[in-house]
């Protein structure tokens, strides 16, 4: 570019100065709190390739930047035209120009992104409201996921930002806390980043109307560092997808990065700064250790338990022996249990069934309605030999002959599905025999307990997660495993892995317990030497 050029483009920076720019900076000033223009330069041509005008300039300034570009545009077309003509032997004023209707106007090489414009940034209620609706079409998550987690996220995430209510809009968002995308700031950021840490738990159960800074000011004990991280990453979904749609700047996605990380956000990027995770270090599923499992499936203690219960006796055991979620197991039916290639398999699905054998429409299904976490959920699992010796069958063919759809009658729960009682039910008997453990030991513990199981047994990697129903994130596992019975997968090697795991001796059959009369564990603990772990286990009657 000719100094003629830079020398009027400088001009052109100095009637755009922004108060404070050019004024050295005190060493305790935050520099994220100056928003310059922003030039960018092609570092071969010199050419100005994105110019951004932040909030704070004027509209005349930025009409001045893009008058000026269109000018250095036209300027610069004219001297490769004149080079053009010089070089072919025509008269330099004669012009370069492509032949048709566009003879007469030159085209302008602006990026359209500089031009000037007073349209106000979206709020971050509607923005909200949108990637939810994405997520739901798109099939993402399920609607339950989306329902009591990622919106109860993103609805903390707003209100507690937010520095003003809405006096306009939408019935749905007048009153309410909201802010504009381009409100959204690093320094904003990072407040609620430190405000998040110490929110008190039990949002579940937040008193009606109340927002989340009346909860905030109210105080309580901590949530969880893994609820924590897990909201924050549900947060950071929202702002990456505004982030990639230049609706939100990049720096605000990366103070929350920074804190997922493990580093200061009031640092240097380059010196990280580990958590203080405290007492929440020991967060996280754990699998059932050997003495774990012998207390649970104790002949005694089972059979006192479970007498006469087909739930309490089954779902437990299935947990165990197939490694599927709570829900999974809960909200099965009669025609989910199928022989598969000779081998006798769960079916999961949120599919329900009549009883010949064709789907159901969601409006008409039988027991409430089937879901699954995720696409990859829906899998066949072998049933492990020793559910076949306790009477599995058996009981299936029994429900078959007495009419029955699903195979536990269990109650539908919005929020829970099927899982809430037979959830509270192995709470109440895992801490009976002493070893529940909140958010550490719970039923969830048996996906931990067969994964390593089968990973002792050699099953490969790959196959163990499809047993278990997470994703694969291959063109091949996604696009070419199906048949005409859904997603495949090599049963016969899975089941001779599963073979291999061996079960807690004692079980007694399903058969020996169903017309038994349940018993209080109080006793039979106390004889064992098992000692009850709830704080109020005396309302279980497991105390002396």
Known sequence: MSSDKE????????????????????PTADPRSISPMVVERDPVTSRITRAELEPHDTAETAKLLFKYLQDQSAAEAAERNAAAASSAGRPVDTPLLPKGPSDNKQESIVPTNIQPTDKP??????????????????????????????DPSLRLFRELISEKRRVFGHPDTMGKWDIRLDEITP?????????????????????KDADAKEL???????QSHTNTISRLKHIAKLLSSLVKRRELDAS??????????????QRDRSEPLPLDLGEHAEDGYVAFSREDLLRLFHPVVYAAHSAGDAPRYWIPLLGRLTGCRLNEIAQANVLDIRIYDGIPCLFVTSIDRKADGKVLPVEKRLIGVKRLKTKAGRRAIPLHPELIRL???????????????????????????????PGRDFRNMSEAVGFWEKK????????????????????????????LGHSINTVRQEHYNRNRADRTMPLRRVYEALCKVAVE?????WSEVREAQRKQLKGICSKLGFAATSPNASLFGLTE
């Open 7 to 26: 020398k009027r483009l400088d001009g052109v920076f100095r009637l755009m100065k922004v108060p404070g720019f050019e004024e050295p900076q005190p």
């Open 121 to 150: 940034s979206i709020w971050l209620s509607q923005a909200i409201k949108e990637y939810i609706e994405l997520a739901r079409n798109q099939q993402e998550l399920s609607a339950n996921t989306i329902t009591y987690t990622h």
């Open 187 to 207: 320094e904003k950021m990072d407040a609620f980043i430190a405000a998040f840490w110490s929110f008190p738990s039990r949002q579940g159960k937040r008193p």
């Open 216 to 222: 905030a000011a109210l105080g309580g004990t901590p």
């Open 252 to 265: 605000v996605l990366g103070v929350l990065q920074a804190a997922l990380i493990g580093t200061s956000s």
């Open 391 to 421: 009477g599995f069958l058996e009981y299936v063919r029994q429900r078959i002959s007495e009419d029955s759809h699903s195979l536990f009658d269990l109650q539908w729960m919005p929020k829970d599905g099927f899982g809430k009682y």
């Open 440 to 467: 550490r030991k719970v039923f969830h513990s048996f996906r931990s307990t067969i994964s390593q199981q089968l990973e002792d047994a050699e099953l490969e990697d790959s196959l163990i997660d499809r047993f």
């Open 505 to 509: 001796p004692g079980i007694p059959k």
